[in-house]
């Protein structure tokens, strides 16, 4: 009886352990294969690439770590310019592991890739607007605002490189102080003042040569007419104009006097 229950738990076990130690790694997952127990405990220099993976579940545990590209909405924090002013940055980050750097995070970190997502490269990316920041004043990232994010994403770039991720994207967010943005929402509004003045004084100036114009046509237009009325042009206006009655009043038309 004790041997049948022997071979009973034999079997219960061996099966436990058949249905229990593979795991399948999908595509886009670094599978790393841990060691609990024994003088080498710790991240196997192999990495398990997709597939199934056979283990020893008492003493070795399978891990998968995505290697697929995620993005990561960070909370906001502020940064000082080179100058003392403080800017807002509203950090989003698109990133990866870079295959078969699981088991290198991993062995570092001993976290899970979400953890380090919130903490760790979290704590990158605020470092690296701060090492550019330090080096910009106010004007200069205004100015060069492209630049300055250029100069962000590569420092982030090299880091994450260096810890074995890789950058897709990193958008700033970035936001001016309130100083400067009254100072440019000021200056754009003066500028369009100027722009509205000079554009009225245009105007005048167009309408006044236009009146200079007109009256000049006037004035030639007139000097054309009186040099084009002759006595005889006026007397055959006359005739065309006379009813053909003797006036009742008044001298009769010189042009009748020297009718013959």
């Not at 102080?177 to 754009?188: G, L, R, S, W, Y």
């Not at 002759?230 to 020297?258: H, M, R, S, V």
Request: glycine letters at 4%; aromatic letters at 10%; one cysteine or more.
């Amino acid at each position: 009886m004790k041997k049948l229950i022997l071979i009973m738990l034999t079997v219960m076990l061996t099966s436990t352990l058949f249905t229990s130690c593979n795991e399948r790694i999908d595509a886009g997952y670094d599978g790393i294969l841990i060691k609990q127990y024994g003088t080498n405990k710790g991240v196997q220099d192999i990495n398990l690439v997709t597939g199934r993976v056979w283990y020893n579940p008492w003493t070795e545990d399978v891990v998968e770590i995505p290697t697929f590209v995620q993005t990561k909405d960070y909370a906001p924090f502020t940064v000082n310019a080179k100058d003392g002013s403080s800017f807002n940055v509203d950090p989003t980050i698109s990133f990866g592991v870079k295959p078969g750097a699981g088991p290198k995070i991993y062995k570092k970190y001993r976290l899970k890739l979400d953890v380090i997502t919130e903490t760790t490269i979290y704590n990158y990316v605020k470092d690296a607007f701060r090492i550019q920041m330090n080096k910009y004043t106010t004007d200069e990232i205004v100015s060069n605002r492209e630049k300055f994010e250029t100069d962000v994403q590569s420092t982030l770039e090299k880091v994450l490189k260096k810890e074995g991720f890789y950058l897709e994207q990193l958008t700033s967010g970035l936001q001016y102080p309130k100083t400067i943005v009254t100072a440019v929402n000021n200056k754009n509004k003066a500028v369009q003042e100027a722009m509205m003045v000079e554009n009225q004084l245009r105007v005048a100036e167009a309408q006044a040569k236009k009146s200079i114009i007109q009256a000049e046509a006037e004035k030639k237009t007139n000097e054309l007419k009186q040099q084009s009325l002759t006595p005889l042009l006026i007397q055959q206006q006359f005739i065309e104009k006379w009813d053909g009655k003797t006036p009742l009043y008044g001298n009769l038309p010189t042009f009748f006097k020297n009718v013959k």
